[in-house]
């Protein structure tokens, strides 16, 4: 049975209009006119318990205001949504210790307290003995290599620091579903790298169920086999990252090095040849031939060097966003 069930959902958000002036600010003040934003139009998916699953979007597309509602933030303007047989808008307190949201941009910790502090607050809240606390802490904290950073402010922290302690704390109450909306923003190479393995080893530990946007592609070629696609409010694929991939980027990229008595005509009969300088040479071949094409190239030709490489994940993508459609 699915843990998260949302059903031709939907957000409309209202916006006031003001005319510039005075006499602008003076109707605004005494008849209001709106337009109205459709953020998030009749989206329809289901989550199953421990699938980790990929959120993406170009900005604006909708995926905070879709978080916002599976989390309880605000109403869905028509739809249904069920998270873990709940009704998330309603925020009862079982719902809310089996969930958490984790926003890259924003930190539940105290700025100028050590987190350990601010994690006591949590552990009080969600009614955690002092034994729990503890235990989870420690365990937590190792599974982040955090535990000597507990004790100084948050301040002082760097920022792959921050956003592990950030995450600490927001998973502290074990919640069964993680709701990530850019939890790597703006971290290092290194610090996305050691988020990202926390949450596989999390969701591995735990079979925690995980909802997960990024901008950051290597965040969900490590993390999710499933992706969902929105595009201006609309859900446009749900399915596959690789059968994705496999179809906006039906081509290989081979490149060769080789023995110089080649010619480009030569070349061409291989794939389309992109590149050929000194005695490299850039071959765009489909996907369905790529095995016969390299065997043919390694037979007819003397080659030093092969590598065959996918087109990188962010371009495809980018190319099914500006398509707008999944054809
Ligand atoms: N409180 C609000 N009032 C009015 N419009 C809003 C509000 N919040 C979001 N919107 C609009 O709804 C649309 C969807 O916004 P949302 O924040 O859900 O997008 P997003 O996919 O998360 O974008 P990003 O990747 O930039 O964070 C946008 O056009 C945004 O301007």
């Keep these: 049975m699915s843990i998260i069930h949302v059903d031709h959902l939907s957000k409309r958000y209202p916006v006031a209009i003001k005319q510039p002036g005075l006499k602008g600010t003076l109707r605004h003040f005494f008849r209001r006119t709106y337009r109205?934003?459709?953020?998030?139009?009749?989206?329809?998916?289901?989550?199953?318990?421990?699938?980790?699953?990929?959120?993406?979007?170009?900005?604006?597309?909708?995926?905070?205001?879709?978080?916002?509602?599976?989390?309880?933030?605000i109403h869905p303007s028509a739809g249904q949504v069920q998270v873990a047989g709940y009704t998330p808008f309603q925020r009862p307190v079982d719902f809310l210790h089996q969930i958490t949201l984790v926003m890259g941009q924003k930190q539940q910790l105290l700025w100028d307290l050590p987190a350990?502090?601010?994690?006591?607050?949590?552990?009080?809240?969600?009614?955690?003995?002092?034994?729990?606390?503890?235990?989870?802490?420690?365990?937590?904290?190792?599974?982040?290599?955090?535990?000597?950073?507990?004790?100084q402010p948050v301040r002082k922290l760097s920022l792959g620091e921050?956003?592990?302690?950030?995450?600490?704390?927001?998973?502290?109450?074990?919640?069964?579903?993680?709701?990530?909306?850019?939890?790597?923003?703006?971290?290092?190479?290194?610090?996305q790298v050691a988020v990202r393995s926390f949450l596989q080893e999390y969701n591995r530990r735990y079979g925690a169920t995980v909802l997960l946007t990024s901008h950051y592609m290597a965040d969900i070629t490590a993390l999710c086999e499933r992706v969902l696609l929105i595009y201006q409010g609309q859900l446009i694929y749900d399915g596959s990252l690789d059968k994705l991939l496999e179809q906006f980027a039906p081509y290989r990229e081979v490149?060769?090095?080789?023995?110089?008595?080649?010619?480009?005509?030569?070349?061409?009969?291989?794939?389309?040849?992109?590149?050929?300088e000194g005695c490299v040479a850039s071959l765009i071949v489909r996907r369905e031939a790529l095995t016969q094409t390299v065997a043919r190239l390694l037979a007819d030709l003397d080659?030093?060097?092969?590598?065959?490489?996918?087109?990188?994940?962010?371009?495809?993508?980018?190319?099914v966003f500006q398509a707008g459609a999944i054809a």
């Design 303 to 319: 080659i030093k060097d092969l590598t065959v490489t996918d087109p990188p994940v962010e371009e495809v993508i980018g190319r």
């Design 162 to 191: 921050r956003m592990k302690a950030e995450m600490l704390a927001a998973l502290l109450h074990r919640p069964q579903i993680l709701f990530l909306d850019e939890p790597t923003l703006g971290l290092d190479v290194n610090a």
């Design 116 to 151: 350990m502090d601010s994690l006591r607050i949590n552990a009080a809240i969600y009614g955690l003995s002092d034994k729990e606390f503890r235990y989870r802490v420690a365990e937590l904290a190792e599974m982040l290599a955090l535990a000597d950073k507990l004790s």
């Design 255 to 276: 490149k060769i090095e080789l023995d110089c008595q080649v010619n480009a005509e030569d070349l061409a009969s291989y794939g389309e040849l992109e590149t050929f």
């Design 36 to 73: 109205y934003i459709e953020a998030v139009q009749a989206i329809s998916f289901e989550i199953q318990p421990g699938e980790v699953v990929g959120f993406l979007g170009p900005n604006g597309a909708g995926k905070t205001t879709t978080l916002k509602m599976l989390t309880g933030l």
